[in-house]
């Protein structure tokens, strides 16, 4: 009696969970380090980063008009300083073959950057290809994920960090919107597929251990990662690893990325989830195909907002959009056989 009590509490599942994907050193790294990286024997089954790979450069490809040159690295070398991906442009070739001005050059007070720290990030992956889905549901992902945050976790935004071989370093920052002081438990959690090496030549990203601790985000001092040589291989880690790493940190963590050296591309896969009270970047609410959520199961729609009820302007719509969250939560609890939280946490 007692033993089926305990199975359905959902911190036991999750750190069940955890523990049947052989991921307690991960979870140790999250909780001393504010981030982990998880090996491709684990977070890479049947080829994902490959695949994940081939898609993404077919996108580019889509988008921007030309396909990307993993080799040289030219057709991403050295690009402007734009401010890439914030209202949904893509590359900055697009604006140009569109005949739009390009995008402006981006805020950033730092003196030392000179070219684009972010390269070409493409948003809104997820329909693109079949293998996004796959990626957000890979068991060791969400085994951490909802290790952090729950497991009523929604899927923000899911992209593309396609960079070539660059000058500037990406400041040190942390993913998380809420306002100082941050909360000590995380509400965002980033995930990153490494889909080609990171290290140093290649411009890995980087992390500062102990940082989600400090529930703070970094004065604009303290963001200004050094060059490597200079200063910046004492002011942050680098997340060395292999193509099919997954890294995954803290909403907190402050983290960036040093530049490449390398020719080449560096290319990344963002999935960024927050809990479901906090305003997702990309917005999934009936609009995921049905075949979806049928071969992934009652999670996928959670984990594309459908449990939560959007802004509404009309007492019909609140009256609707509060039955279909309900109804996916429903199916959720009954796969779960337990509930995921209060009722009011959950649809906003
Ligand atoms: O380009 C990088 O490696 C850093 C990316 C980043 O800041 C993020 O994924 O939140
Ligand atoms: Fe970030």
Redesign the pocket.
Known sequence: MAEAATALDPRDRAWNDVCELGLEDYVADLDAKGFCVIPPEIANPNNLADRMLAALLDIAEQRNGERPDVVTGATHANRPPLLQGFDGQKFAKEAEMEGKDAPPPIMLKEPNVVDS???DRMNLILYDNEVFAEALMNPPLLALVTYLIGYSAVLSSMGC?M?GPNRSN?PL?S?SAVPEPLPPQAYQA?C?YLLTDFNREN????AVPGSHKWCRKPTEREATLLPYEEGGKDQAVLLEAPAGSLAIWHGNTW???FNRTAPGL?V?A?V?LVRPFIRPIEDYIGKVPQHLIDKYGPRLAILLQHGCVPEYSTQGDRVSFTQRARKYVAAYEESLGSALGPKKDLYH
């Open positions: 720290p972010f390269g960090w960079k990406f920052h993913d980033q990153t411009g890995a990203t980087c983290h960036g990325a560096r990344s963002t960024y």
